[in-house]
C-alpha cells in the first residue's frame, strides 16, 4: 500500500537537483570569496594580481553557468511534479526549489 511519502522519480530528481545547485552554488561563493581576499592585498604586484584574476574569471563563470542552469532544471521539475502529483515529497521539492530560487536571486543583489 503506497504512502504519501513515495515520491516519483521526478520529485526526487527536483530534491537532487536543487540540494545540487545550492552545494554548486556554495562552492562558487567559497571560491570567489576566498580568491577575492586573497587578490586584493597591495603587496602583490599588479601584473602577477591581473594574471590571476584572469586565470581566476573562466573557472567562477562555469560554475556560475552549472548552478543555474541546474536551478532551472529544478524550477522545471518542480513545476511539472507540481501540475501532475501530490504529496510530502513534492512539498519538500517545492521548498527546496524556492530556496534555490532564492539563492540565486540574492546572489544578482
Not at 540540494?19 to 571560491?31: E, G, P, T
Request: glycine residues 4%.
Amino acid at each position: 500500500m503506497p504512502t504519501k511519502l513515495d515520491g516519483s522519480p521526478r520529485s526526487i530528481a527536483c530534491i537532487v537537483f536543487s540540494c545540487f545547485s545550492v552545494f554548486v552554488w556554495y562552492a562558487d561563493y567559497l571560491m570567489s570569496t576566498t580568491l577575492g581576499r586573497f587578490l586584493n592585498p597591495s603587496a602583490i604586484p599588479d601584473w602577477v594580481r591581473d594574471s590571476l584574476a584572469h586565470d581566476i574569471h573562466f573557472p567562477l563563470s562555469v560554475l556560475a553557468v552549472a548552478y543555474r542552469s541546474l536551478a532551472i532544471t529544478s524550477v522545471i521539475c518542480c513545476l511539472w511534479c507540481w501540475r501532475r502529483e501530490s504529496g510530502l515529497v513534492v512539498w519538500i521539492a517545492m521548498l527546496l526549489t524556492g530556496l534555490v530560487v532564492i539563492v540565486n536571486g540574492l546572489r544578482f543583489l
